[in-house]
């Protein structure tokens, strides 16, 4: 498709599970970034790569959350051992080169943590 | 944490009537974005205006930059139910920082039809 695509829309795990959430960028795009966004709130930065590499992660809460886009095209996010405080949206967004450019973003995965 | 602040938080304006909604930010930046988000769907990109530009327009559209005050406004002309979401500003922060957007809370805009 022409736009951002991510996988699946809504997840519900167990306290304590891991989950794994997919996204695929534009195509050609270099720059991909996931964000994470409660309720009511504008999103948050987690983490973000040109290409296969993971340039920043600055943002990813804890050592319990994982990204990885291993041939510069479609990325994971992995929480591993979830917790009920991340229960949120998981919104990826690409862009043709950097953040200076306009970033093009998916529906989201909405993840419910019981 | 979030570093924008939109202002207001929520507004209900008539159809056809135009909507003003501020954002200000605290260090310094390249660019400043706006974004629309409809309920449950993702963000879609409204208008980029860059440091170094005080105006930009597009469409319906009207996005101000006060880099000296860091603070910026949306306008939307004739607006239309379609309208109706929550808009948020973004900042792209100069020098050193994390490498994606940093978002404001929001303005969740309702036009009464």
């Known amino acids: 498709g022409a736009g951002v695509s991510q996988s699946p829309r809504y997840k519900v795990a167990k306290r304590g599970q891991d989950v794994a959430l997919r996204c695929d960028p534009i195509?050609?795009?270099?720059?991909l970034f996931w964000y994470q966004q409660a309720l009511g709130q504008g999103p948050e930065f987690l983490t973000y790569?040109?290409?296969?590499?993971?340039?920043?992660k600055s943002g990813l809460p804890s050592d319990r959350f994982f990204a990885e886009r291993p041939e510069g095209s479609v990325s994971t996010l992995k929480i591993q051992r979830t917790q009920q405080e991340d229960s949120a949206v998981y919104l990826c967004?690409?862009?043709?080169?950097?953040?200076?450019?306009?970033?093009?973003f998916g529906d989201g995965t909405r993840l419910s943590i019981l | 944490s979030q570093q924008g602040e939109e202002d207001p938080q929520a507004l209900s304006i008539q159809e056809g009537e135009n909507a003003t909604m501020n954002c200000s930010y605290k260090?310094?930046?390249?660019?400043l974005q706006w974004y629309r988000q409809n309920s449950g769907r993702g963000l879609v990109h409204l208008i980029l205006?860059?440091?170094?530009?005080r105006e930009k327009h597009s469409g319906r559209l009207r996005v101000t930059l006060d880099t000296s005050k860091k603070s910026s406004s949306l306008l939307i002309t004739a607006s239309r139910a379609a309208d109706t979401a929550s808009y948020f500003c973004?900042?792209?922060?100069?020098?050193?920082?994390?490498?994606?957007?940093?978002f404001g809370k929001g303005t969740h805009l309702i036009i009464q039809p």
């Open positions: 195509s050609g795009h270099v720059s």
């Open positions: 790569f040109q290409n296969e590499a993971q340039l920043d």
């Open positions: 260090t310094s930046i390249n660019n």
């Open positions: 967004a690409s862009s043709l080169l950097d953040r200076n450019q306009p970033q093009h």
């Open positions: 973004a900042t792209a922060y100069s020098g050193g920082g994390a490498d994606g957007l940093t």
């Open positions: 205006i860059r440091s170094n530009e």
